[in-house]
């Protein structure tokens, strides 16, 4: 099994984050592999000190990986849950099922049987576009006792995807491409840092750089038909089962509040928005970090008081 253990991409992550933002990362987290849909999916495990309150389980978005959602994990695992964070297909250290062309819709689907197999309660957690993905997979699960997103995007929404792509202009171009001639555009490989403003993760030069340069992140090569059928895969229901909180940074240039709130409205379910004072598109930044932490851990401690005992302690039996 590829892993992340002293590997430049996980070393110099956390020295940016501790130098540029005083997020010291003291955790190695466990790796292990799962067979899940034919694709060997890689996972990162961080434990907590005592028994569980349940698990986290966090989902990247298309310009990431687990590893990189290091920083929530480790708060999340000191208020006693197991967090786990995959390498979806196509992506970070995961090895695609033979034949896998890059269909998103299998994103939501390895998430939801990951999530099938793992004892309750457990809250999903998605960081970009991996917050709609999270909401798709909890509609699926019946295991899932909450979702939280920092994003809501539906790039199945024209406007949204141009507006999520590096240049509007190529937001275009790909959309006509896609209708006027698929199995031509699906034959397109790109790098991801041409495909998406990594820049814009962060308001961080250093970050940014990071983001644009890393071999497993925007140097990574991806197949445009991961982005064609992202763009096609609807949602078909909004309803959603349990709890949702979107936690949104307040400066994200990228994705704009505003974005996310046009899914959030949509979404039926018990549900509460916040917006972080601070933070890009990923908020490791003063004080929306804190404030993303502190709102993580209400939402927790409310599902964690909602479930029933007889379930709690029967799945950490």
């Given at each position: ?34 067979l899940v849909r034919g694709h060997r999916i890689r996972i990162d495990e961080w434990s907590p000190s ?81 917050g709609l993905t999270a909401f798709l997979a909890a509609q699926t699960s019946g295991k899932v006792s ?172």
């Amino acid at each position: 099994m590829k892993s992340f253990r002293n590997i430049r991409s996980w070393t110099e992550y956390r020295t940016i984050l501790a130098e540029e933002f005083g997020i010291t990362l003291t955790q190695e987290p466990a790796e292990s592999c799962r067979l899940v849909r034919g694709h060997r999916i890689r996972i990162d495990e961080w434990s907590p000190s005592g028994p569980a309150n349940g698990t986290v389980m966090l989902v990247h978005g298309g310009g990431g990986n687990g590893r990189i959602l290091a920083p929530l994990a480790e708060p999340i695992a000191e208020l006693g849950w197991r967090v786990i964070a995959p390498d979806l297909p196509g992506y970070g250290l995961s090895e695609p099922a033979p034949g896998f062309k890059g269909e998103y819709g299998e994103w939501p689907a390895v998430l939801a049987e990951i999530a099938d197999a793992e004892p309750g309660p457990l809250v999903m957690m998605g960081l970009s576009m991996g917050g709609l993905t999270a909401f798709l997979a909890a509609q699926t699960s019946g295991k899932v006792s909450g979702v939280i997103a920092t994003t809501l995007l539906d790039l199945s929404d024209r406007d949204i995807f141009i507006r999520a792509g590096r240049w509007k202009w190529l937001g275009r171009l790909s959309l006509f491409g896609m209708t006027a001639a698929p199995w031509l555009f699906d034959q397109i490989v790109m790098p991801l840092s041409l495909a998406t403003p990594l820049a814009a993760m962060s308001g961080n030069r250093r970050l940014q750089a990071y983001f644009r340069k890393d071999p497993l992140i925007g140097a990574g090569w991806k197949p445009a038909r991961f982005f064609r059928t992202v763009h096609n895969h609807r949602v078909e229901s909004w309803a959603l089962h349990c709890p949702l909180l979107l936690v949104h940074p307040g400066k994200d240039t990228w994705t704009p509040t505003e974005l996310s709130l046009s899914v959030f409205e949509k979404i039926n379910a018990t549900k509460r928005f916040v917006e972080l004072s601070n933070g890009s598109h990923l908020p490791a930044e003063t004080p929306a970090y804190r404030e993303l932490i502190a709102e993580v851990t209400n939402f927790l401690n409310e599902i964690r008081r909602s479930s029933s005992p007889l379930e709690v302690d029967q799945d950490q039996a």
